[in-house]
């Protein structure tokens, strides 16, 4: 009989984002164990349908007593110090779990964190360690993982004489997709072909940007992202911030070689010289890397696909995420007892 209820809880499951998304794995693998639940500040009617939540399995909070002698998984740095306050306030006898989705450099004298925090990547890890000065606390590195759920091949490498990078985000300024195309337009090799998936508040800029231009294209929201996936070449991201980003495993996922550069956890997805190419913060040498992908052998790429099929089976499957978060949460259990 399951009894420990475990509490899941984001800020907006209105949007369709990663950590959500991380937020509903790791809670469809916590039900086959524990009592799980989704804790959010929205009514029901408005969820993202996505996520495909049953409404006997989601809470919108009303009362802090019912976070008593329940655990705890807060997966947004801006719902912590509320939770602390309520936890303290009322004197709830509620473990509570911190997953930190990202690298921050702001806020550190008002943000809150409990004892217990996964991190999803070492650059995250660092942050919290050496930024938010955290060494006194149990920081426990969790990879995400997705569900292996490989499509066939839908066009061989440089099929007629193109390349297609998947550009895979939520459009707005941290991704940088409006800059990329403003400071690469016209600097591109005509069989490149930048293709960006995903919508937000800067998508419709982006898709005027885009329209009539030789390389790039703007697809919007893309509901099917695996077969997408599967007919891309390279996957690439060029943000300001990340934490450990969801469309790059699903990029390895497929066996595809990464483009990124050195924020938050991409170079722990795509290791350069291995299944990834470093993207450098200089303009130009960014358009000299991407067109150098036109006379990148066939044999390279082959061998750089294959270490990432290698690197998301040994490091990045669904089975190992939910198995180590199932250790973390029984440990908070006998410690709750």
């Known amino acids: 009989m399951k009894s420990t209820e475990v ?156 390349i297609v990078i998947l550009y895979s985000a939520r459009v707005n300024a941290v991704k940088r997709q409006l800059e990329l195309v403003e400071r690469l337009s016209g600097k591109l090799h005509p069989g490149l072909s930048i293709q960006f998936a995903g919508s937000g508040p800067d998508y419709e800029v982006l898709k005027e940007k885009c329209s009539g231009t030789e390389n790039f294209m703007a697809l919007g929201f893309v509901e099917n992202v695996h077969e997408l996936v599967s007919h891309a070449d390279y996957l690439m991201l060029f943000s300001v911030q990340e934490g450990l980003p969801i469309s790059l495993i699903e990029g390895i996922m497929h066996g595809k070689p990464l483009l990124v550069n050195d924020v938050g956890g991409n170079f722990e997805i795509g290791i350069p010289g291995l299944n990834g190419i470093a993207l450098e913060e200089d303009w130009d040498v960014l358009a000299e890397t991407l067109n150098g992908l036109i006379s990148l052998p066939a044999t390279t790429y082959s061998r750089m696909s294959r270490h990432s099929r290698e690197r998301y089976e040994t490091m990045f499957t669904y089975d190992d995420m939910v198995a180590n978060y199932l250790n973390v949460i029984r440990e908070l259990e006998k410690s709750n007892t």
């Not at 349908?49 to 807060?74: A, D, Q, T």
């Open 7 to 162: 509490i899941s809880v984001t800020t907006n499951l209105g949007r369709f984002g990663g950590a959500q998304k991380v937020l509903m794995d790791v809670h469809e693998g916590l039900r086959t164990e524990y009592d799980a639940k989704i804790l959010g500040f929205q009514d029901f009617r408005d969820l993202h349908p996505k996520y495909g939540i049953r409404s006997s399995e989601y809470i919108r909070f009303n009362n802090p007593f019912y976070l008593n002698n329940k655990i705890l998984i807060v997966h947004a740095r801006n719902v912590m110090a509320f939770i602390m306050v309520l936890k303290r306030l009322f004197f709830l006898n509620t473990k509570i779990l911190y997953v930190s989705h990202n690298v921050y450099h702001n806020h550190r004298r008002i943000s809150f964190f409990p004892d217990d925090i996964i991190s999803i990547s070492q650059k995250v890890t660092g942050n919290l360690l050496d930024y938010f000065k955290l060494k006194n606390r149990r920081v426990r590195l969790i990879y995400n993982g997705i569900r292996d759920e490989v499509f066939p091949a839908r066009r061989s490498y440089r099929e007629d004489g193109r």
